[in-house]
């Protein structure tokens, strides 16, 4: 019998679909020129470039000239601080960021800190994951050149009210980019309605290819490159375009941003059975991040008593695939600085399960899911020395 598999990791990335692959595939195939070249082969990608560019920048309500292509999520993220920081250092060198980013925020800020002279506040979140606009208000001076808060949380789903942050943030002069990966496709944008400068995407969270991202611009900002060389991407990014992710980022999008309220109510649906279920059936399991402010796919769990990496490793003999936190940071024996962030002690937040949605899951999926998910909770609760210790504890106070 073929053993089941159900992929719920979608946070961590998404299969490509099969429209996006037919797309790409003649870029890989027939249409190889360098569209930096003068001749027919490289003029014919050229246009196909321009083609999604203004794809992408429908999509979210940008102008095209505002679409810069990029490497993925975590270039883009770096292209957008350090391209402020260093393009307007004259003007301030104080950036605002809170505690739950994502590492391609964080450890960029860092290195600002450390190796460029910028001073950085940390936000702090609230139990649910989601930052204080008067604490954002108060930590404004006047030497602050960037703020750069995401717009939905990677391990916990938490969804940030950017476009107070926006309002914020023009009020005062500062400028504003947040990190949009886990938004887009799940998640209304539109850019010029929120009022963000700059915002990152990636493709592969919305059944695109890996490697290939973007970072939208607010026309008439400056930006020191991240990458030195040729002209490309109007002297922003140098290297050769990545055509075939280009177009294909481009049909992901198409495809993403169809009916996104669509398909935002059918996950949400599925969400909450998903934890509904795990609330209603496993005692002392707590939901981490917002019930309502969340993205319509994301459930972050913490399970008392034991360790998420043997939840994970219980679910993954099964065929199950989860994760405890961001990919990104897979491998760390420290618990995520994100539930670290909501005030949760390290033994809680040691157990946590990220469990992601999308376009493949099913109810049937999510029953299976909980239905073994409780038995291994219990099984390995009867291994745990501090849930024994709990219940001989409880029993005394009976």
Known sequence: MEKKRIYMDYAATTPIKKEVVDAMMPYLTEHFGNPSSVHGFGRDVKKVIDESRDKIAKAVNAKPEEIFFTGGGSESDNMAIKGIAFAYKDKGNHIIT???????????????????GFEVTYLDVDKDGIISLEELRAAIKDNTVLITI?????????????????????EKGVFFHTDAVQALGNIEIDVKDLGVDLMSFTAHKIYGPKGIGALYMRKGIKLHPLIHGGSQERKKRAGTENVAGIVAFAKAVELATKDVAGHAKEQSQLRDHLIDSVLSRIPYARLNGHRQKRLPGNANFCFEFIEGEAILLSLDLLGVAASSGSACTSGSLDPSHVLMALGLPHEIAHGSLRLTIGDMTTKEDIDFVVDNLEKIVVRLRELSPLYDKFVREESQHV
């Open 98 to 116: 809170s505690k739950i980013e994502h590492h391609a925020v964080l450890h960029t800020c860092e290195y600002l800190e450390k190796n460029h």
């Open 150 to 170: 995401m717009q939905a949380n990677n391990e916990i789903g938490t969804v940030q009210p950017v476009k107070e942050i926006a309002q914020i943030a023009s």
